[in-house]
Protein backbone atom coordinates (compact mmCIF):
# COMPACT_ATOMS: atom_id res chain seq x y z
CA UNK A 1 0.00 0.00 0.00
CA UNK A 2 1.20 3.53 -0.73
CA UNK A 3 2.23 5.69 2.75
CA UNK A 4 -0.86 7.53 3.74
CA UNK A 5 -1.62 9.04 7.35
CA UNK A 6 -4.56 8.12 9.53
CA UNK A 7 -5.68 11.80 8.93
CA UNK A 8 -5.40 11.36 5.39
CA UNK A 9 -7.15 7.66 5.38
CA UNK A 10 -10.10 9.85 7.16
CA UNK A 11 -10.84 12.31 4.79
CA UNK A 12 -10.28 9.93 1.58
CA UNK A 13 -13.06 7.27 3.12
CA UNK A 14 -15.21 10.06 4.93
CA UNK A 15 -14.44 8.54 8.17
CA UNK A 16 -14.37 10.14 12.06
CA UNK A 17 -10.68 9.33 14.04
CA UNK A 18 -11.65 7.82 17.03
CA UNK A 19 -8.57 6.96 20.02
CA UNK A 20 -6.45 7.94 17.60
CA UNK A 21 -3.39 10.04 19.26
CA UNK A 22 -1.21 10.56 16.58
CA UNK A 23 -3.21 11.43 13.07
CA UNK A 24 0.29 11.85 11.30
CA UNK A 25 0.68 8.05 11.77
CA UNK A 26 1.43 6.50 8.61
CA UNK A 27 -0.34 2.99 7.36
CA UNK A 28 2.71 1.61 5.23
CA UNK A 29 1.94 -2.36 5.45
CA UNK A 30 -0.95 -4.28 3.72
CA UNK A 31 -4.91 -3.61 4.28
CA UNK A 32 -6.24 -7.05 5.81
CA UNK A 33 -9.80 -8.36 7.30
CA UNK A 34 -8.27 -11.27 8.96
CA UNK A 35 -6.40 -10.40 12.26
CA UNK A 36 -4.16 -12.98 11.59
CA UNK A 37 -2.75 -11.58 8.61
CA UNK A 38 -1.76 -8.70 10.24
CA UNK A 39 1.62 -7.21 9.25
CA UNK A 40 3.61 -4.12 10.85
CA UNK A 41 1.91 -0.59 9.65
CA UNK A 42 -1.14 -2.77 8.56
CA UNK A 43 -4.81 -1.65 8.11
CA UNK A 44 -7.00 -3.88 9.76
CA UNK A 45 -10.62 -3.34 8.07
CA UNK A 46 -13.12 -5.13 10.36
CA UNK A 47 -16.29 -7.10 8.61
CA UNK A 48 -18.77 -7.97 11.12
CA UNK A 49 -19.19 -11.83 9.73
CA UNK A 50 -21.88 -14.42 10.29
CA UNK A 51 -19.29 -16.39 12.21
CA UNK A 52 -17.39 -13.67 13.95
CA UNK A 53 -17.44 -9.98 14.35
CA UNK A 54 -14.19 -8.76 12.93
CA UNK A 55 -14.51 -5.94 15.64
CA UNK A 56 -13.68 -8.43 18.40
CA UNK A 57 -10.27 -8.56 17.29
CA UNK A 58 -9.65 -4.95 16.32
CA UNK A 59 -7.28 -4.96 19.74
CA UNK A 60 -5.31 -7.91 18.99
CA UNK A 61 -5.06 -6.79 15.19
CA UNK A 62 -3.43 -3.54 16.52
CA UNK A 63 -1.20 -5.47 19.56
CA UNK A 64 -0.04 -7.43 16.31
CA UNK A 65 0.85 -3.97 14.71
CA UNK A 66 -1.55 -2.11 12.92
CA UNK A 67 -1.76 1.16 13.15
CA UNK A 68 -5.46 1.20 13.14
CA UNK A 69 -8.66 -0.61 12.52
CA UNK A 70 -11.10 0.42 9.62
CA UNK A 71 -14.70 0.25 11.64
CA UNK A 72 -17.97 1.09 11.86
CA UNK A 73 -17.62 2.03 15.61
CA UNK A 74 -15.22 2.95 18.63
CA UNK A 75 -13.05 -0.31 19.06
CA UNK A 76 -11.07 1.41 22.00
CA UNK A 77 -7.84 1.16 20.21
CA UNK A 78 -6.92 3.72 17.28
CA UNK A 79 -9.75 3.52 14.83
CA UNK A 80 -11.01 5.36 11.29
CA UNK A 81 -14.85 4.79 12.31
CA UNK A 82 -17.51 4.31 8.75
CA UNK A 83 -21.02 4.20 7.83
CA UNK A 84 -19.86 1.10 5.30
CA UNK A 85 -16.59 -0.70 5.66
CA UNK A 86 -17.07 -2.30 2.26
CA UNK A 87 -17.61 1.51 0.62
CA UNK A 88 -14.71 2.86 2.65
CA UNK A 89 -11.58 0.28 1.46
CA UNK A 90 -13.51 1.30 -2.06
CA UNK A 91 -12.88 4.65 -1.85
CA UNK A 92 -9.14 3.74 -0.90
CA UNK A 93 -9.21 1.49 -3.70
CA UNK A 94 -9.85 4.32 -6.10
CA UNK A 95 -7.82 6.82 -4.40
CA UNK A 96 -4.51 4.78 -5.06
CA UNK A 97 -5.48 3.64 -8.89
CA UNK A 98 -5.45 7.51 -9.33
CA UNK A 99 -2.59 8.34 -7.49
CA UNK A 100 -0.72 5.99 -8.63
CA UNK A 101 -1.88 6.03 -12.76
CA UNK A 102 -1.18 2.52 -12.80
CA UNK A 103 -2.93 0.81 -16.25
CA UNK A 104 -5.37 -1.07 -15.12
CA UNK A 105 -6.72 -4.55 -17.18
CA UNK A 106 -9.75 -5.92 -15.78
CA UNK A 107 -11.39 -8.78 -17.15
CA UNK A 108 -14.57 -10.77 -16.41
CA UNK A 109 -16.52 -13.59 -18.03
CA UNK A 110 -18.74 -16.65 -17.15
CA UNK A 111 -15.99 -19.20 -17.35
CA UNK A 112 -11.78 -18.85 -17.18
CA UNK A 113 -11.52 -15.56 -15.44
CA UNK A 114 -8.83 -16.67 -12.86
CA UNK A 115 -6.66 -18.77 -15.37
CA UNK A 116 -6.72 -16.03 -17.62
CA UNK A 117 -5.94 -13.35 -14.83
CA UNK A 118 -2.85 -15.15 -14.29
CA UNK A 119 -1.59 -15.53 -17.48
CA UNK A 120 -2.09 -12.10 -18.26
CA UNK A 121 -0.22 -11.23 -14.83
CA UNK A 122 2.65 -13.66 -15.64
CA UNK A 123 2.76 -11.73 -19.36
CA UNK A 124 2.56 -8.53 -17.87
CA UNK A 125 5.22 -8.79 -15.09
CA UNK A 126 7.86 -9.51 -18.06
CA UNK A 127 7.19 -5.54 -18.39
CA UNK A 128 7.46 -4.41 -15.22
CA UNK A 129 5.97 -4.71 -11.69
CA UNK A 130 2.63 -6.21 -11.82
CA UNK A 131 0.29 -7.02 -8.79
CA UNK A 132 -3.30 -9.02 -9.58
CA UNK A 133 -6.06 -10.29 -7.81
CA UNK A 134 -5.10 -13.70 -5.52
CA UNK A 135 -7.31 -16.44 -6.64
CA UNK A 136 -10.71 -15.21 -7.29
CA UNK A 137 -11.03 -12.42 -4.90
CA UNK A 138 -13.09 -10.04 -7.79
CA UNK A 139 -16.05 -8.74 -5.81
CA UNK A 140 -16.97 -5.43 -3.71
CA UNK A 141 -14.33 -6.57 -1.17
CA UNK A 142 -11.81 -9.04 -2.83
CA UNK A 143 -10.89 -6.10 -5.79
CA UNK A 144 -10.36 -3.20 -3.41
CA UNK A 145 -7.82 -5.29 -1.75
CA UNK A 146 -5.99 -6.31 -4.44
CA UNK A 147 -5.84 -2.64 -5.37
CA UNK A 148 -4.49 -1.36 -2.10
CA UNK A 149 -1.39 -3.68 -3.07
CA UNK A 150 -0.32 -1.73 -5.34
CA UNK A 151 2.87 0.54 -4.78
CA UNK A 152 4.80 4.03 -6.27
CA UNK A 153 6.57 1.55 -8.54
CA UNK A 154 3.33 -1.01 -9.74
CA UNK A 155 2.90 -0.74 -13.54
CA UNK A 156 0.39 -2.94 -13.82
CA UNK A 157 -2.56 -3.58 -12.21
CA UNK A 158 -4.54 -6.75 -13.22
CA UNK A 159 -8.31 -7.19 -11.69
CA UNK A 160 -10.83 -9.94 -12.37
CA UNK A 161 -14.43 -8.56 -11.88
CA UNK A 162 -17.23 -10.86 -10.72
CA UNK A 163 -20.63 -10.31 -10.78
CA UNK A 164 -24.00 -12.00 -9.42
CA UNK A 165 -26.26 -9.33 -10.92
CA UNK A 166 -26.77 -6.76 -13.16
CA UNK A 167 -24.73 -3.44 -11.89
CA UNK A 168 -22.18 -5.27 -10.20
CA UNK A 169 -19.54 -5.14 -12.50
CA UNK A 170 -20.27 -1.42 -12.98
CA UNK A 171 -19.47 -0.22 -9.53
CA UNK A 172 -16.14 -2.26 -9.36
CA UNK A 173 -15.19 -0.55 -12.13
CA UNK A 174 -16.30 3.12 -10.63
CA UNK A 175 -13.55 1.65 -7.59
CA UNK A 176 -10.53 1.25 -10.54
CA UNK A 177 -11.08 2.62 -13.65
CA UNK A 178 -9.30 0.57 -16.23
CA UNK A 179 -7.83 1.36 -19.65
CA UNK A 180 -7.99 -2.42 -21.05
CA UNK A 181 -11.18 -4.59 -20.03
CA UNK A 182 -11.21 -7.85 -21.27
CA UNK A 183 -14.55 -10.11 -21.72
CA UNK A 184 -13.81 -13.46 -22.31
CA UNK A 185 -17.23 -15.19 -22.75
CA UNK A 186 -20.92 -15.30 -21.71
CA UNK A 187 -21.93 -19.05 -20.59
CA UNK A 188 -24.65 -20.35 -18.10
CA UNK A 189 -22.56 -19.91 -14.62
CA UNK A 190 -25.21 -18.56 -12.44
CA UNK A 191 -27.43 -18.32 -14.88
CA UNK A 192 -30.55 -19.38 -12.27
CA UNK A 193 -29.49 -16.18 -10.46
CA UNK A 194 -28.85 -13.37 -13.87
CA UNK A 195 -32.54 -14.86 -15.01
CA UNK A 196 -31.43 -15.77 -18.78
CA UNK A 197 -28.18 -15.44 -21.16
CA UNK A 198 -28.68 -12.09 -22.42
CA UNK A 199 -28.91 -10.57 -18.40
CA UNK A 200 -25.35 -12.27 -18.16
CA UNK A 201 -24.19 -10.43 -21.12
CA UNK A 202 -25.83 -7.16 -20.23
CA UNK A 203 -23.96 -7.39 -16.61
CA UNK A 204 -20.86 -8.51 -18.29
CA UNK A 205 -20.86 -6.02 -20.86
CA UNK A 206 -20.87 -3.17 -18.55
CA UNK A 207 -16.68 -3.44 -18.14
CA UNK A 208 -16.62 -2.01 -21.83
CA UNK A 209 -19.18 0.69 -21.22
CA UNK A 210 -16.87 1.72 -18.88
CA UNK A 211 -13.97 2.13 -20.64
CA UNK A 212 -12.64 5.17 -21.58
CA UNK A 213 -12.43 6.25 -25.46
CA UNK A 214 -10.12 5.05 -27.78
CA UNK A 215 -7.30 7.36 -28.84
CA UNK A 216 -7.70 9.39 -32.23
CA UNK A 217 -6.52 7.56 -34.96
CA UNK A 218 -6.56 4.04 -32.75
CA UNK A 219 -7.71 1.12 -35.47
CA UNK A 220 -7.37 -1.81 -33.40
CA UNK A 221 -4.41 -3.15 -35.60
CA UNK A 222 -1.52 -1.54 -33.40
CA UNK A 223 -1.31 -1.49 -29.78
CA UNK A 224 -0.14 1.37 -26.85
CA UNK A 225 -2.05 4.71 -28.23
CA UNK A 226 -3.08 5.30 -24.61
CA UNK A 227 -7.14 5.30 -25.11
CA UNK A 228 -9.40 2.98 -23.74
CA UNK A 229 -9.42 -0.57 -25.29
CA UNK A 230 -11.89 -3.43 -25.21
CA UNK A 231 -10.07 -7.16 -26.02
CA UNK A 232 -13.15 -9.14 -26.85
CA UNK A 233 -13.53 -12.81 -28.03
CA UNK A 234 -14.46 -12.96 -31.64
CA UNK A 235 -15.79 -16.31 -30.92
CA UNK A 236 -18.38 -15.65 -29.08
CA UNK A 237 -21.20 -13.79 -30.52
CA UNK A 238 -22.53 -12.23 -26.98
CA UNK A 239 -19.16 -10.77 -26.52
CA UNK A 240 -18.57 -9.94 -29.65
CA UNK A 241 -21.90 -7.54 -29.70
CA UNK A 242 -20.49 -6.08 -27.24
CA UNK A 243 -18.30 -3.97 -29.34
CA UNK A 244 -21.40 -1.88 -29.92
CA UNK A 245 -21.63 -1.22 -26.53
CA UNK A 246 -18.53 0.70 -25.92
CA UNK A 247 -16.30 4.16 -26.94
CA UNK A 248 -12.83 2.02 -26.70
CA UNK A 249 -10.94 0.59 -29.12
CA UNK A 250 -12.01 -2.81 -29.95
CA UNK A 251 -9.13 -5.67 -30.02
CA UNK A 252 -10.68 -9.10 -31.35
CA UNK A 253 -9.02 -12.48 -30.00
CA UNK A 254 -10.07 -15.72 -31.17
CA UNK A 255 -9.75 -18.25 -33.84
CA UNK A 256 -12.47 -16.18 -35.78
CA UNK A 257 -10.07 -15.42 -39.17
CA UNK A 258 -10.92 -11.63 -38.64
CA UNK A 259 -9.43 -11.61 -35.18
CA UNK A 260 -6.62 -9.20 -34.41
CA UNK A 261 -4.93 -12.10 -31.90
CA UNK A 262 -5.87 -15.26 -33.15
CA UNK A 263 -4.08 -19.28 -33.09
CA UNK A 264 -4.03 -21.33 -35.73
CA UNK A 265 -3.15 -24.82 -35.77
CA UNK A 266 -4.54 -25.87 -32.86
CA UNK A 267 -4.22 -29.55 -31.53
CA UNK A 268 -3.16 -30.90 -28.21
CA UNK A 269 0.30 -32.87 -27.26
CA UNK A 270 -0.17 -36.49 -25.92
CA UNK A 271 -0.29 -35.32 -22.89
CA UNK A 272 -3.19 -32.99 -23.15
CA UNK A 273 -1.44 -29.34 -22.99
CA UNK A 274 -2.47 -27.24 -25.85
CA UNK A 275 0.35 -26.17 -28.92
CA UNK A 276 -1.01 -23.49 -31.60
CA UNK A 277 1.12 -20.90 -33.94
CA UNK A 278 0.04 -17.86 -32.31
CA UNK A 279 -0.63 -14.59 -34.73
CA UNK A 280 -0.53 -11.18 -33.97
CA UNK A 281 -1.15 -7.79 -35.73
CA UNK A 282 2.97 -7.54 -35.59
CA UNK A 283 4.35 -11.22 -36.10
CA UNK A 284 3.79 -14.83 -34.76
CA UNK A 285 5.21 -17.29 -32.45
CA UNK A 286 4.87 -21.20 -31.68
CA UNK A 287 3.16 -22.02 -28.39
CA UNK A 288 3.15 -24.61 -26.09
CA UNK A 289 1.57 -24.47 -22.88
CA UNK A 290 2.00 -25.84 -19.61
CA UNK A 291 -1.33 -25.97 -18.69
CA UNK A 292 -3.85 -29.04 -19.80
CA UNK A 293 -6.98 -28.56 -21.99
CA UNK A 294 -7.52 -26.94 -25.39
CA UNK A 295 -9.78 -23.94 -23.81
CA UNK A 296 -6.83 -22.39 -22.19
CA UNK A 297 -6.42 -21.71 -26.23
CA UNK A 298 -8.92 -18.97 -25.52
CA UNK A 299 -7.54 -17.56 -22.14
CA UNK A 300 -4.02 -17.51 -23.67
CA UNK A 301 -5.25 -15.27 -26.86
CA UNK A 302 -6.92 -13.09 -24.71
CA UNK A 303 -3.75 -12.51 -22.22
CA UNK A 304 -1.69 -12.69 -25.75
CA UNK A 305 -4.06 -9.61 -26.78
CA UNK A 306 -3.62 -7.42 -23.19
CA UNK A 307 0.60 -8.11 -23.55
CA UNK A 308 0.12 -6.94 -27.30
CA UNK A 309 -1.48 -4.16 -26.70
CA UNK A 310 1.09 -3.29 -24.11
CA UNK A 311 3.71 -3.56 -26.43
CA UNK A 312 5.43 -7.26 -25.78
CA UNK A 313 6.66 -8.35 -29.09
CA UNK A 314 4.83 -11.37 -30.42
CA UNK A 315 8.28 -14.02 -30.01
CA UNK A 316 8.32 -12.12 -26.61
CA UNK A 317 4.74 -13.48 -25.52
CA UNK A 318 4.71 -16.91 -27.14
CA UNK A 319 7.77 -17.79 -25.01
CA UNK A 320 6.15 -16.34 -22.42
CA UNK A 321 3.02 -18.24 -22.63
CA UNK A 322 4.85 -21.63 -23.17
CA UNK A 323 6.12 -21.17 -19.35
CA UNK A 324 3.25 -19.76 -17.79
CA UNK A 325 1.83 -21.96 -15.20
CA UNK A 326 -0.96 -21.72 -12.99
CA UNK A 327 -0.98 -19.69 -9.82
CA UNK A 328 -4.32 -20.34 -8.25
CA UNK A 329 -4.96 -23.59 -6.64
CA UNK A 330 -7.23 -25.94 -7.71
CA UNK A 331 -7.52 -25.34 -11.60
CA UNK A 332 -6.48 -28.06 -13.78
CA UNK A 333 -4.21 -28.70 -11.28
CA UNK A 334 -1.95 -32.00 -11.58
CA UNK A 335 -0.30 -34.36 -9.34
CA UNK A 336 1.50 -37.43 -10.87
CA UNK A 337 1.95 -39.87 -8.14
CA UNK A 338 4.58 -42.01 -7.78
CA UNK A 339 2.19 -45.38 -8.49
CA UNK A 340 1.50 -43.83 -12.06
CA UNK A 341 -2.08 -42.77 -10.74
CA UNK A 342 -2.59 -38.77 -12.21
CA UNK A 343 -5.20 -36.82 -10.35
CA UNK A 344 -6.21 -33.50 -11.87
CA UNK A 345 -7.89 -31.05 -9.16
CA UNK A 346 -10.47 -28.81 -10.71
CA UNK A 347 -12.39 -28.88 -7.78
CA UNK A 348 -12.48 -24.92 -6.89
CA UNK A 349 -15.85 -24.26 -8.89
CA UNK A 350 -17.86 -25.67 -12.05
CA UNK A 351 -20.21 -24.41 -14.66
CA UNK A 352 -21.64 -26.43 -17.34
CA UNK A 353 -18.58 -25.13 -19.80
CA UNK A 354 -15.80 -25.48 -17.80
CA UNK A 355 -17.03 -29.13 -16.91
CA UNK A 356 -17.29 -30.11 -20.15
CA UNK A 357 -13.88 -28.33 -20.72
CA UNK A 358 -12.02 -29.96 -18.08
CA UNK A 359 -13.80 -33.47 -19.67
CA UNK A 360 -12.50 -33.20 -22.76
CA UNK A 361 -8.68 -32.48 -21.17
CA UNK A 362 -9.47 -35.66 -19.19
CA UNK A 363 -10.49 -37.37 -22.27
CA UNK A 364 -6.94 -35.94 -24.57
CA UNK A 365 -4.83 -36.65 -21.04
CA UNK A 366 -5.83 -40.50 -20.87
CA UNK A 367 -5.37 -41.45 -24.06
CA UNK A 368 -4.73 -44.94 -23.67
CA UNK A 369 -5.00 -44.63 -19.75
CA UNK A 370 -8.26 -45.41 -17.80
CA UNK A 371 -10.24 -42.28 -16.90
CA UNK A 372 -12.07 -41.01 -14.35
CA UNK A 373 -14.81 -38.11 -14.10
CA UNK A 374 -15.51 -37.60 -10.42
CA UNK A 375 -17.67 -35.05 -10.67
CA UNK A 376 -20.44 -33.27 -8.38
CA UNK A 377 -23.07 -30.39 -8.60
CA UNK A 378 -22.84 -27.22 -11.09
CA UNK A 379 -24.31 -24.70 -8.45
CA UNK A 380 -26.90 -22.07 -9.28
CA UNK A 381 -28.01 -22.81 -12.66
CA UNK A 382 -31.85 -22.48 -11.53
CA UNK A 383 -34.35 -23.98 -14.17
CA UNK A 384 -31.32 -25.28 -16.29
CA UNK A 385 -29.72 -27.37 -13.74
CA UNK A 386 -31.51 -30.49 -14.61
CA UNK A 387 -30.67 -30.48 -18.52
CA UNK A 388 -27.22 -29.15 -18.23
CA UNK A 389 -26.49 -31.94 -15.35
CA UNK A 390 -27.86 -34.25 -17.37
CA UNK A 391 -25.76 -33.25 -20.34
CA UNK A 392 -22.73 -33.47 -18.60
CA UNK A 393 -23.32 -37.06 -17.48
CA UNK A 394 -24.18 -38.01 -21.27
CA UNK A 395 -20.63 -36.25 -22.48
CA UNK A 396 -19.01 -38.10 -20.42
CA UNK A 397 -19.82 -41.52 -22.26
CA UNK A 398 -19.57 -39.69 -25.34
CA UNK A 399 -16.29 -38.86 -24.42
CA UNK A 400 -15.43 -42.65 -23.92
CA UNK A 401 -14.56 -41.92 -20.03
CA UNK A 402 -13.62 -45.20 -18.04
CA UNK A 403 -15.69 -44.29 -15.16
CA UNK A 404 -18.35 -41.44 -14.13
CA UNK A 405 -18.23 -40.98 -10.36
CA UNK A 406 -21.48 -38.59 -9.56
CA UNK A 407 -21.10 -37.58 -6.14
CA UNK A 408 -23.77 -35.93 -3.63
CA UNK A 409 -27.69 -34.93 -4.16
CA UNK A 410 -30.34 -34.91 -6.72
CA UNK A 411 -27.57 -33.01 -9.28
CA UNK A 412 -25.39 -35.67 -8.56
CA UNK A 413 -28.61 -38.24 -9.59
CA UNK A 414 -28.65 -36.35 -13.12
CA UNK A 415 -25.88 -36.61 -13.66
CA UNK A 416 -25.79 -40.33 -13.14
CA UNK A 417 -28.77 -40.65 -15.18
CA UNK A 418 -27.89 -38.88 -17.71
CA UNK A 419 -24.63 -41.03 -18.56
CA UNK A 420 -26.95 -44.61 -18.00
CA UNK A 421 -29.48 -42.60 -20.44
CA UNK A 422 -26.37 -42.23 -23.15
CA UNK A 423 -25.94 -45.78 -22.81
CA UNK A 424 -23.05 -45.85 -19.95
CA UNK A 425 -23.68 -49.69 -18.65
CA UNK A 426 -22.61 -52.15 -15.85
CA UNK A 427 -20.86 -50.31 -13.37
CA UNK A 428 -19.25 -47.48 -15.75
CA UNK A 429 -21.63 -44.64 -13.97
CA UNK A 430 -21.84 -44.60 -10.39
CA UNK A 431 -23.50 -42.53 -8.25
CA UNK A 432 -22.21 -42.03 -4.47
CA UNK A 433 -23.35 -40.13 -1.22
CA UNK A 434 -20.32 -37.76 -0.52
CA UNK A 435 -16.82 -36.83 -0.98
CA UNK A 436 -15.73 -39.71 1.73
CA UNK A 437 -17.85 -42.57 -0.31
CA UNK A 438 -16.11 -41.01 -3.55
CA UNK A 439 -12.73 -41.33 -2.04
CA UNK A 440 -13.46 -45.18 -0.69
CA UNK A 441 -14.76 -45.84 -4.15
CA UNK A 442 -11.03 -45.21 -5.78
CA UNK A 443 -9.03 -46.14 -2.76
CA UNK A 444 -11.00 -49.79 -3.59
CA UNK A 445 -10.46 -49.36 -7.57
CA UNK A 446 -8.04 -46.93 -8.64
CA UNK A 447 -4.85 -48.76 -10.93
CA UNK A 448 -1.79 -47.34 -11.48
CA UNK A 449 -2.14 -45.47 -14.55
CA UNK A 450 -5.38 -44.16 -14.29
CA UNK A 451 -6.40 -40.38 -14.52
CA UNK A 452 -8.08 -38.95 -12.58
CA UNK A 453 -10.30 -35.61 -12.83
CA UNK A 454 -12.00 -34.33 -10.15
CA UNK A 455 -14.84 -31.19 -10.53
CA UNK A 456 -17.35 -29.51 -8.81
CA UNK A 457 -19.16 -25.98 -7.48
CA UNK A 458 -16.94 -24.98 -4.45
CA UNK A 459 -20.13 -26.07 -2.02
CA UNK A 460 -19.64 -29.15 -2.38
CA UNK A 461 -16.03 -29.08 -1.64
CA UNK A 462 -14.66 -32.29 -3.83
CA UNK A 463 -11.13 -30.94 -3.30
CA UNK A 464 -11.18 -33.09 -0.08
CA UNK A 465 -11.55 -36.26 -2.88
CA UNK A 466 -8.25 -34.72 -4.67
CA UNK A 467 -6.29 -34.02 -1.44
CA UNK A 468 -7.04 -37.09 0.03
CA UNK A 469 -5.50 -38.57 -3.28
CA UNK A 470 -2.23 -36.77 -3.09
CA UNK A 471 -1.24 -36.36 -0.01
CA UNK A 472 2.28 -37.52 0.22
CA UNK A 473 3.12 -41.07 0.73
CA UNK A 474 -0.76 -42.11 -0.34
CA UNK A 475 -1.39 -45.17 -2.39
CA UNK A 476 -4.76 -46.82 -3.03
CA UNK A 477 -4.51 -49.00 -0.28
CA UNK A 478 -3.83 -46.05 2.44
CA UNK A 479 -6.75 -43.50 1.03
CA UNK A 480 -9.80 -44.52 3.12
CA UNK A 481 -7.32 -44.52 6.24
CA UNK A 482 -5.83 -41.15 5.80
CA UNK A 483 -9.93 -39.67 5.74
CA UNK A 484 -10.92 -37.20 8.46
Not at 19 to 35: H, K, N, Q, W, Y
Not at 89 to 114: D, F, M, N, P
Not at 163 to 171: N, Q, S, T
Amino acid sequence: MIPLSLADIAAVVDGQQSDIPDPDALVTGPVVIDSREVAHGSLFAAFAGERADGHDFARSAVEAGAVAVLATRPVGVPAVVVDDVTRALGALARHTVERLGTQVVALTGSAGKTSTKDLIAQLLERLGPTVWTPGSLNNEIGLPLTALRAEEGTRHLVLEMGARGVGHIRYLTQLTPPRIGVVLNVGTAHIGEFGGREQIALAKGELVEALPPAAPGGDGAAGGDGGGVAVLNADDPFVRAMSERTRARVLLFGEAQNAHVRAENVRLTDSGQPSFTLQTPTGCGDVTMRLYGEHHVSNALAAAAVAHELGMPAGDIATALSAAGSLSRWRMEVTERADGVTVVNDAYNANPESTRAALRALAAMGRGRRTWAVLGEMAELGDESLAEHDAVGRLAVRLNVSKLVAVGGQEAVWLDMGAKNEGSWGEESVHVSDAEAAVELLRSELRPGDVVLVKASRSVGLERVADALTEPGTNEGEVAARWV
